[in-house]
Nanobody, 118 residues
Framework: QVQLAESGGGLVQAGGSLSLSCAASGRIFSINAMGWYRQASGKQRELVAIITRSGSTNYTDSVKGRFTISRDNAKNTVYLQMNSLKPEDTAAYYC????????????WGKGTLVTVSS
C-alpha cells in the first residue's frame, strides 16, 4: 500500500557528486522514518543513512561528512546528496520507509545503481 521509487543513480568519477531521490506514494500517512541502504556486489545490504519525520538523522561512519540525507514531507520525498564519492561507494542504493505504528514493518524501493570509477 506504500510504493517507493528511487531515481538519480548513474556513473560518476571519484570525487564527484550525485543526488538520489525517493518518492513515496500510496498510504504515505503510515510512514515514519525513512532511510537509504546500499548493497555492493557480493556483499550484504547495509544502512547508509536514516532520517525521522521530525528531521533527526544518523549516518554510517564511512559516509559521514560526505553524504547528506533530507526529506520533504509535503512532497513525500527523501533525498540523499552524495559528495566526494569514492569507488567503494559503488552499490545499488535502496530507499526504505518504516511504518509509523508498526515499527518492525518496512517498505522498500527497487533500487538505483551508483557506480564510482577510479
Amino acid at each position: 500500500q506504500v510504493q517507493l521509487a528511487e531515481s538519480g543513480g548513474g556513473l560518476v568519477q571519484a570525487g564527484g557528486s550525485l543526488s538520489l531521490s525517493c518518492a513515496a506514494s500510496g498510504r504515505i500517512f503510515s510512514i515514519n522514518a525513512m532511510g537509504w541502504y546500499r548493497q555492493a556486489s557480493g556483499k550484504q545490504r547495509e544502512l547508509v543513512a536514516i532520517i525521522t519525520r521530525s528531521g533527526s538523522t544518523n549516518y554510517t561512519d564511512s559516509v559521514k561528512g560526505r553524504f547528506t540525507i533530507s526529506r520533504d514531507n509535503a512532497k513525500n520525498t527523501v533525498y540523499l546528496q552524495m559528495n566526494s564519492l569514492k569507488p567503494e561507494d559503488t552499490a545499488a542504493y535502496y530507499c526504505n520507509a518504516q511504518h509509523r505504528i508498526m515499527s518492525d514493518v518496512y517498505y522498500w524501493g527497487k533500487g538505483t545503481l551508483v557506480t564510482v570509477s577510479s
